[in-house]
């Protein structure tokens, strides 16, 4: 099993920036694909965006495209959410997840088996 840490959410204004990291530790050679996800008040958990485990393929939301960006250092056994130009529906809990499929680039959360505890990010207008 492999263990997943959030870190970086926060509060910021519309128009400003965070950036997510999610280490992983544990078996960390069976984490293959991971994404970002969200999960406003009230609403189903949500895909923002997914990187394979090289890194050479990553996938994002409609809703995100343009401003996040996903990438990963395997050394740091850490995966990063740049997140610019935020809006206040940008705003959930962000949940880093894991999944043991090395090439998986689709949005389907059910594919995930590794979950971290999520970091609360709040966009005020």
């Known amino acids: 099993q492999v263990q997943l840490v959030e870190s970086g959410g926060g509060l910021v204004q519309a128009g400003g920036s965070l950036r997510l990291a999610c280490a992983a530790s544990?078996?960390?050679?069976?984490?293959?694909?991971m994404g970002w996800f969200r999960q406003a008040s009230g609403k189903e958990r949500e895909c923002a965006a997914v990187?394979?485990?090289?890194?050479?393929?990553?996938n994002y939301a409609d809703s995100v495209k343009g401003r996040f960006t996903i990438s990963r250092d395997n050394g740091k056994n850490t995966v990063y959410l740049e997140m610019n130009n935020l809006k206040p529906e940008d705003t959930a809990i962000y949940y880093c997840?894991?999944?043991?499929?090395?090439?998986?680039?689709?949005?389907?959360?059910?594919?995930?088996?590794?979950w971290g505890q999520g970091t609360q990010v709040t966009v005020s207008s």
């Open positions: 990187i394979n485990w090289s890194g050479s393929s990553t």
């Open positions: 544990g078996r960390t050679s069976s984490a293959g694909a």
């Open positions: 997840a894991a999944t043991w499929l090395r090439n998986y680039n689709g949005l389907d959360k059910s594919v995930f088996s590794s």
